[in-house]
C-alpha cells in the first residue's frame, strides 16, 4: 500500500510540474509581449503552484519512509528513486516506479529549460530598457561637445531623469 501511496504522489508530482512548464511558456510569451500585469499574475500562480508542490514532496518523503518500513528498514534514509526502485521486488511495481522516475525527470529537465530561458529573456528586457534609458537621458557626466580637459568649470552637466534638486 505505500508504494502504491508513493506512486501516486509522484504522478501528482509531474503534473504538477507539467503545470509549472505550461506557465513557463505563458511566462515566456508574456516576456516578449512586455505585459507585467501578465507577468503578475503568472508569477502569483507559480507561488501557489510552488506551495503545493513543498506539500506534494513532503507528502512523497513521508510515503517513501513508510514503504521502506514497510520492506524492514527502520531508518530514514533519503534514499533516489533509482534506489528505491531496487528494493521493490514485484516486476510490475518496479516498472511503474521506473517509468514515473523518467517521467518527472524529462519533465523536471524541460522546466529548467524554460526556466533558463526565460531569465535570459528578462535579463535581455533588462539590458534593453537600460540601454534605453541611456539613449533618453543619456549617462550622467555625458558630454556632446568638445571640451579640453584643462577646462573643467565651462562644461555643463546635464542632469539626469530624475532630478534630485527639483
Same mark, same amino acid.
Given at each position: 500500500? $505505500?508504494?502504491?501511496?508513493?506512486?501516486?504522489?509522484?504522478?501528482?508530482?509531474?503534473? +504538477? =510540474?507539467?503545470? *509549472?512548464?505550461?506557465?513557463?511558456?505563458?511566462?515566456?510569451?508574456?516576456?516578449?509581449? #512586455?505585459?507585467?500585469? %501578465?507577468?503578475?499574475?503568472?508569477?502569483?500562480? !507559480?507561488?501557489?503552484? *510552488?506551495?503545493?508542490? !513543498?506539500?506534494?514532496? !513532503?507528502? &512523497?518523503?513521508?510515503? +517513501?519512509?513508510?514503504?521502506?518500513? %514497510?520492506?524492514?528498514? &527502520?531508518? #530514514?534514509?533519503?534514499?533516489?528513486?533509482? !534506489?528505491?526502485?531496487?528494493?521493490?521486488?514485484?516486476?510490475?511495481?518496479?516498472?511503474?516506479?521506473? =517509468?514515473?522516475?523518467?517521467?518527472?525527470?524529462?519533465?523536471?529537465? &524541460?522546466?529548467?529549460?524554460?526556466?533558463? /530561458?526565460?531569465?535570459? /529573456?528578462?535579463?535581455?528586457?533588462?539590458?534593453?530598457?537600460?540601454?534605453?534609458?541611456?539613449?533618453?537621458?543619456?549617462?550622467?557626466?555625458?558630454?556632446?561637445?568638445? =571640451? =579640453? $580637459?584643462?577646462?573643467? %568649470?565651462?562644461?555643463?552637466? &546635464? $542632469?539626469?531623469?530624475?532630478? +534630485?534638486? %527639483?
Amino acid at each position: 500500500m $505505500p508504494l502504491t501511496t508513493l506512486l501516486e504522489l509522484l504522478e501528482r508530482l509531474d503534473e +504538477a =510540474h507539467i503545470q *509549472m512548464l505550461d506557465l513557463a511558456a505563458f511566462k515566456k510569451q508574456t516576456i516578449m509581449d #512586455n505585459k507585467v500585469d %501578465g507577468l503578475i499574475d503568472i508569477l502569483n500562480r !507559480e507561488s501557489k503552484l *510552488m506551495k503545493l508542490i !513543498e506539500q506534494l514532496e !513532503e507528502q &512523497r518523503a513521508q510515503a +517513501a519512509y513508510a514503504f521502506l518500513q %514497510g520492506v524492514g528498514i &527502520r531508518s #530514514n534514509l533519503n534514499l533516489n528513486l533509482s !534506489e528505491l526502485s531496487r528494493l521493490v521486488f514485484d516486476p510490475e511495481d518496479k516498472s511503474r516506479l521506473l =517509468h514515473i522516475q523518467q517521467k518527472l525527470s524529462g519533465t523536471l529537465r &524541460r522546466l529548467k529549460q524554460a526556466n533558463e /530561458l526565460n531569465q535570459k /529573456l528578462i535579463e535581455q528586457s533588462l539590458t534593453f530598457i537600460d540601454y534605453s534609458l541611456d539613449l533618453l537621458v543619456g549617462r550622467p557626466n555625458q558630454d556632446f561637445t568638445y =571640451h =579640453h $580637459p584643462s577646462d573643467k %568649470g565651462s562644461g555643463s552637466t &546635464r $542632469p539626469g531623469l530624475f532630478d +534630485a534638486r %527639483g
